[in-house]
């Protein structure tokens, strides 16, 4: 179960921001999917699943602006470190009662770069009631939030349809989201780079494997 995350504490001078560390589709993917979420969305009156654009999410959290170059800066170096991996897609799964999925058969790279993504964790928490959540089950999300009829009929239908797609995640991208902010908007792309990394008192040196 996702994580519910508590509001941040308000300090004046100090904005806190929703965070989404997230693996994008190519297009012709990320349009296939949007048409199956288009399609879910008007059969089962679910709009929400039509408004929230296709993505893996590797780590969501909520933290203080001042922080962001730091955490960037870290995201960075592990990206780097990190080889370009294939994503394969076939069929749907769910999370009983309110979730519907495209099911992600390729998990251990992702998972694998989850756990590389906790050293980061500490610089990801704002306090202890609102700890940064790794994802640890990827899915890419086709309807969230689902009443129970709408799951219900949903999954009696989507349990059996067929849905094979795959992608090279070359690159991760940390999404943005300010507090009363609808959407979320890219902060940065980390390209993930195969690199020998090591660092030398603040120095980044690199060298290809």
């Not at 519910?4 to 993917?29: M, N, R, T, W």
């Not at 300010?178 to 120095?203: D, P, R």
Request: one cysteine or more.
């Amino acid at each position: 179960m996702k994580k519910q995350f508590v509001a941040a504490p308000k300090i004046p001078g100090y904005k806190a921001c929703e965070y989404l560390l997230v693996l994008s589709p190519h297009e012709d993917l990320w349009n296939r999917v949007m048409k199956v979420k288009e399609e879910f969305a008007k059969e089962y009156e679910c709009p929400m699943a039509f408004g929230s654009k296709p993505h893996i999410t590797l780590v969501k959290f909520t933290q203080y602006e001042m922080a962001e170059t730091r955490i960037v800066n870290r995201i960075k170096m592990i990206a780097m470190s990190m080889p370009a991996f294939k994503v394969d897609i076939q069929n749907f799964g769910s999370f009983p009662s309110h979730t519907i999925y495209f099911e992600v058969v390729t998990k251990v790279a992702i998972t694998n770069m989850v756990k590389e993504l906790k050293q980061v964790q500490q610089l990801m928490t704002i306090n202890k009631d609102n700890k940064p959540y790794f994802n640890t089950e990827p899915n890419l999300t086709l309807a969230r939030k689902l009443l129970p009829w709408q799951f219900e009929k949903g999954w009696l239908e989507y349990s059996h349809k067929h849905f094979t797609a795959s992608f090279i995640a070359k690159d991760l991208q940390l999404l943005k989201r300010a507090e009363g902010q609808k959407g979320y908007s890219k902060l940065n792309c980390f390209q993930l780079m195969n690199l020998a990394v090591v660092t030398t008192q603040g120095e980044l040196f690199s060298q290809q494997k």
